[in-house]
């Protein structure tokens, strides 16, 4: 995961954003969680870039910083789904902002 991590500067360089590590999902879940935002990637995702019959690994990280008085801006890092077969990983940045 630190690896991935390390690819995204964006990430690891943003001092507003402290990541925490949150317990490690099932696929079903992470495709819920995102279901809202993206409804076709839970499905096609398996496909590719895994090779279709493994299970992805989800690990999930979050943080939710203040933005503005009152307001915070929600951070969901659904990193790393890593295909253990293809040794592949993908990861998903979701935010979603408090008005």
Request: proline share 9%.
């Amino acid at each position: 995961m630190e690896e991935a991590f390390a690819t995204l500067p964006e990430l690891s360089s943003n001092q507003r954003v402290q990541f925490t590590r949150k317990p490690d999902l099932t696929y079903a879940d992470f495709a819920n969680h995102i279901a809202r935002a993206c409804p076709e990637l839970g499905q096609v995702l398996p496909q590719s870039p895994g090779s279709g019959t493994e299970v992805p690994v989800v690990a999930h990280l979050y943080d939710d910083p203040l933005v503005a008085p009152g307001a915070h801006a929600f951070h969901n890092l659904y990193s790393i789904v890593h295909f253990p077969q293809s040794h592949r990983t993908a990861v998903f940045w979701l935010i979603q902002h408090e008005y």
